[in-house]
């Protein structure tokens, strides 16, 4: 006799294959097997697929003109317009053009491009796992022995032990010492704050099914699969506390293509709670000098030709093109009423999640954030802030700020899906969408940049999804708030006060 009747078998079967698909701990099973099997897809997709021809041929010509000595980038053209991407494009492409025996080569390009498409695969899955991190080992490695042997006789490492043998957490930040550095001494503080995103295998899957973004990266060799690289390896290293070492990923990303740009609101926020005022301000500028660095060879021809090329804000786009405004018309879609009501929205939006979600570390206002540059915190202070932005914020925040840009955008072409078709399935879980409604919402978006030319159907189904991406972000970090650093210090003197 079954020791499960048979009417509850079924259920029984479908609870154990949610809990399955549910836990984060499977994730480390099925993302092996899911990289793999997209491995396969893109050989597939080479070898069965013709190639697409759109912008390749004009990358070539214009580096050819560059590796010839030309570098007046309003001379640098070729068969579909000028060179209107920053120095970091063509540095890319002209590798690309030396291992292709200059662009002649597709098949080797589109499995180069295969290489990169599998690379930012497994960023996406590190990331969309997070980072786990041993609080013990972690200090351990920051600081020597006879410093841990000073910390253990300090007022601070008894607090610490009280915290890992799971007592009340303690306020130990007035003791922190000096010499520990303010981006680690999170390992040891306020440890009620998750350290790892952690999303769970059923969302993982919509990573590697999507039409559009194969084709961009291996049949259409575009510029944004580098700069969809950048993005993720930058918080990759976030999530990892290299905090230099991802400003000067995301730079490098912004010398390729400005799009990226649209994450830096988020980047700015998560850079400006992990370190204290100086760091933050010399991450900054290393970014700012790898502009300039790269730049070099085409400042000096020509500053202004360069400048006005490779950031041009004012630049004005062709209606055929447009993925997601179809369904206005092409007189309001080029007048200027219009493009100034997005930058206000895009404006009044960013203003929103810096107000009520990103400054949720320090529980800052803006004017209190604008005196931290001018008047530093108190190292206690800048430590337990740093201590609360995990991992969690740093993707939620700048994948956030991408999907905003790309909301608010003048107009999106199809290549620009590079930059929220992995950034979709974490969005629509952290809102705490159902997963039957985050399957539809992300088959409704993919059938929409699928369409071409696109439709007033299939632009305003694009920015019904991008809107429920917004709107479900704030709501699923808002769900809830920690209590942040500044929050807990008024409230202890207003206790001392009483």
């Keep these: 006799m079954p020791l499960i009747p048979p009417s509850l078998a079924p259920m029984d079967l479908l609870q154990q294959s949610w809990r399955i698909a549910s836990s984060p701990s499977n994730t480390v099973y099925l993302a092996p097997l899911?990289?793999?099997?997209?491995?396969?897809?893109?050989?597939?997709?080479?070898?069965?697929?013709?190639?697409?021809?759109?912008?390749?041929?004009?990358?070539?010509?214009?580096?050819?003109?560059?590796?010839?000595?030309e570098k007046d980038y309003t001379f640098i053209k070729g068969s579909t317009g000028p060179l209107v991407y920053p120095a970091g494009h063509v540095y890319v492409y002209s590798a690309l053009h030396w291992a292709t025996d200059g662009g002649e080569d597709i098949r080797l390009g589109q499995w180069i491009f295969a290489g990169v498409y599998l690379l930012g695969l497994g960023l996406v899955l590190r990331v969309y796992w997070g980072v786990k991190e041993n609080r013990r080992d972690h200090m351990n490695q920051e600081v020597g022995v006879k410093k841990q042997t000073e910390l253990k006789k300090g007022p601070l490492m008894k607090d610490i032990g009280?915290?890992?043998?799971?007592?009340?957490?303690?306020?130990?930040?007035?003791?922190?010492?000096?010499?520990?550095e303010p981006e680690r001494e999170w390992s040891i503080k306020l440890i009620d704050i998750p350290l790892q995103t952690q999303?769970?295998?059923?969302?993982?899957?919509?990573?590697?099914?999507?039409?559009?973004?194969?084709?961009?990266?291996?049949?259409?060799?575009?510029?944004?699969?580098?700069?969809?690289?950048?993005?993720?390896?930058?918080?990759?290293?976030?999530?990892?506390?290299?905090?230099a070492i991802g400003a000067v990923i995301f730079s490098l990303g912004v010398s390729v293509k400005m799009s990226l740009l649209l994450a830096a609101p988020g980047v700015l926020m998560v850079l400006g709670q992990a370190l204290d005022r100086n760091r933050?301000?010399?991450?900054?500028?290393?970014?700012?000098?790898?502009?300039?660095?790269?730049?070099?060879?085409?400042?000096?021809?020509n500053p202004i030709g360069y400048l006005s090329s490779a950031f041009e804000f004012s630049r004005v786009f062709l209606y055929k093109w447009t993925v997601e405004w179809r369904f206005v018309s092409e007189k309001t879609f080029l007048s200027k009423p219009f493009a100034v009501s997005l930058l206000l929205a895009h404006a009044s939006l960013l203003v929103l999640?810096?107000?009520?979600?990103?400054?949720?570390?320090?529980?800052?206002?803006?004017?209190?954030?604008?005196?931290?540059?001018l008047r530093p915190l108190p190292p206690d202070m800048e430590i337990a802030i740093s201590r609360q932005v995990n991992s969690?914020?740093?993707?939620?925040?700048?994948?956030?700020?991408?999907?905003?840009?790309?909301?608010?955008?003048?107009?999106?072409?199809?290549?620009f899906y590079a930059y929220i078709a992995w950034a979709t399935p974490f969005l629509l879980w952290k809102s705490d969408m159902p997963v039957l409604g985050i399957y539809f919402v992300w088959a409704a978006q993919e059938w929409a940049w699928n369409v071409f030319p696109s439709t007033p159907a299939s632009s305003l189904t694009v920015m019904i999804c991008l809107g429920i991406q917004v709107i479900g972000i704030w709501y699923g970090?808002?769900?809830?708030?920690?209590?942040?650093?500044?929050?807990?210090?008024?409230?202890?003197?207003?206790?001392?006060?009483?």
């Excluded at 009280?162 to 003791?175: L, M």
């Excluded at 933050?280 to 021809?301: G, H, K, N, W």
């Design 162 to 180: 009280k915290v890992q043998h799971g007592q009340p957490r303690q306020n130990v930040i007035s003791d922190a010492p000096e010499w520990i």
């Design 353 to 373: 999640f810096v107000t009520t979600r990103w400054t949720k570390p320090s529980g800052m206002s803006i004017p209190e954030l604008v005196r931290r540059v």
């Design 392 to 415: 969690d914020f740093i993707t939620s925040s700048i994948l956030g700020s991408m999907a905003i840009g790309m909301l608010c955008a003048r107009t999106l072409h199809y290549q």
């Design 34 to 69: 899911l990289f793999l099997f997209d491995a396969l897809l893109c050989a597939v997709v080479i070898l069965k697929i013709p190639y697409t021809e759109i912008d390749w041929s004009t990358y070539n010509q214009q580096i050819a003109l560059f590796l010839s000595g």
């Design 280 to 301: 933050m301000l010399r991450s900054l500028a290393i970014m700012a000098q790898i502009q300039v660095l790269l730049a070099t060879p085409f400042l000096a021809a």
């Design 199 to 243: 999303a769970p295998p059923y969302i993982l899957p919509l990573l590697v099914l999507s039409k559009r973004l194969h084709s961009i990266f291996v049949l259409r060799l575009f510029n944004d699969c580098f700069v969809t690289i950048a993005l993720f390896a930058t918080i990759f290293a976030f999530q990892k506390r290299l905090w």
């Design 477 to 498: 970090t808002g769900k809830k708030p920690n209590r942040s650093v500044t929050s807990r210090r008024r409230a202890e003197k207003q206790k001392k006060a009483n």
